[in-house]
């Protein structure tokens, strides 16, 4: 069967991840679906290491790479510290192109303190346009460890920012003509693309916040598949199931046109910006006024409970499973 583009699907991830040996103790935490990065015990520190790619996006692609890694080091409670870059060009590509990239990247980069430590660059043939990978390194303390698997049942589940934020920037951005022709209004499409920087999606503030604040048991990036895919993943790392409030579900405007009309479900699109964690309930309203302080948008859109191992919403009184995506909205929409 062909696989379509996006994340694997996860029963056939997790039977390869099923054949990795660990043979080395002082790997914390490999590969395992849902955990955002690997955690390493180098004695006084862990060593948190974390690989991500760019895909979707044309533009600020080095600015791209940046964010999303620290994000994920950002949610195992991590601070980021070196970057190694690879950088795979179409044919054609110039040097001011090529140029543009690489100060955008070490831009980024120097604005979150990372050291860019090597990388690889080079021009590919079969490519359509860039793709950058990094891989990320950062440092923690063993009793800063954050995993998805750390959910407790009762936790309360907070959602920062929003849904769909990246997507929807993503979809301003390089697919404004059909957004146009479908009546979505200049200045939806202006505020969308302005979505990339406003709210943003960097979630490390959120996340540094929210451990300075309260105990967190459990974050999560979630990135393709969107929201509804990190929630699932949350429950397959921890072997619990959450129950989800469709009305607690934070979505701009912006977001919501954009997917209205081009036939996507916000759900499922590619979400990086918002972050998902879990805290004991009596520490939720400590956190989310402390969210509200520093202007950051945050709701408590569930809870998690031993009583199932799913992922349910309910949405006008009735309860379903939250829906299942293969793919991102994204790849949905290009056709890929």
């Known amino acids: 069967m062909e696989i ?29 679906l849902g955990e955002d990065a690997a955690l390493i015990d180098f004695g006084n520190k ?32 991590a601070t980021p510290r070196w970057m190694l870059a690879t950088l795979l060009l179409p044919e054609g590509t110039d040097e001011k192109q090529v140029t543009t990239i690489f100060n955008d990247l070490t831009e980024a980069a120097e604005n979150q303190k990372i050291m860019l430590i090597g990388g690889h660059t080079e021009v590919t043939s079969g490519l359509n346009r860039p793709i950058a990978v990094g891989t990320l390194l950062g440092e923690l303390d063993s009793t800063d460890i954050i995993m998805t698997a750390g959910i407790k049942d009762g936790d309360a589940i907070i959602l920062t920012k929003g849904i769909a934020i990246e997507g929807t920037s993503l979809l301003c951005r390089e697919a404004e003509t059909p957004l146009l022709e479908a009546g979505v209004h200049p200045d939806i499409i202006a505020s ?4 990339l920087f406003d709210p943003g999606i960097s979630v490390r ?7 300075q604040t309260v105990k967190v048991n459990a974050m999560h990036d979630p990135t393709e598949g969107g929201v509804a895919t990190g929630l699932q993943e949350m429950a397959s790392a921890s072997g619990l ?32 910006g918002a972050l998902l964690l879990a805290t004991n309930p009596d520490d939720a309203a400590k956190l989310m006024s402390a969210f509200h302080e520093n202007n950051i948008v945050s709701s408590i ?13 309910r949405s006008h009184g009735v309860i379903s499973n939250i829906e299942v995506f293969d793919r991102d909205e994204l790849a949905r929409y290009y056709g890929q």
């Open 301 to 313: 859109i569930g809870t998690a409970t031993k009583q199932h191992k799913q992922v349910n919403i």
């Open 46 to 77: 862990i060593l948190a290491a974390k690989t991500d790619p760019i895909t979707f996006a044309t533009d600020l692609i080095g600015w791209y790479l940046v964010q999303v890694n620290v994000n994920d080091l950002a949610v195992v409670g």
């Open 241 to 272: 199931g959450i129950n989800i409030e469709s009305s607690e579900i934070i979505i701009f405007d912006e977001s919501r046109i954009v997917c209205d009309a081009l036939g996507l479900n916000p759900l499922g699109l590619i979400s990086s």
């Open 205 to 211: 503030a959120d996340a540094e916040l929210a451990r």
């Open 4 to 32: 379509k583009s996006g994340k694997l699907p996860a029963p056939l991830l997790q039977k390869l991840l099923g054949k990795i040996k660990h043979a080395d103790p002082r790997v914390l935490l490999g590969p395992k």
């Open 192 to 195: 969308g693309k302005n979505m």
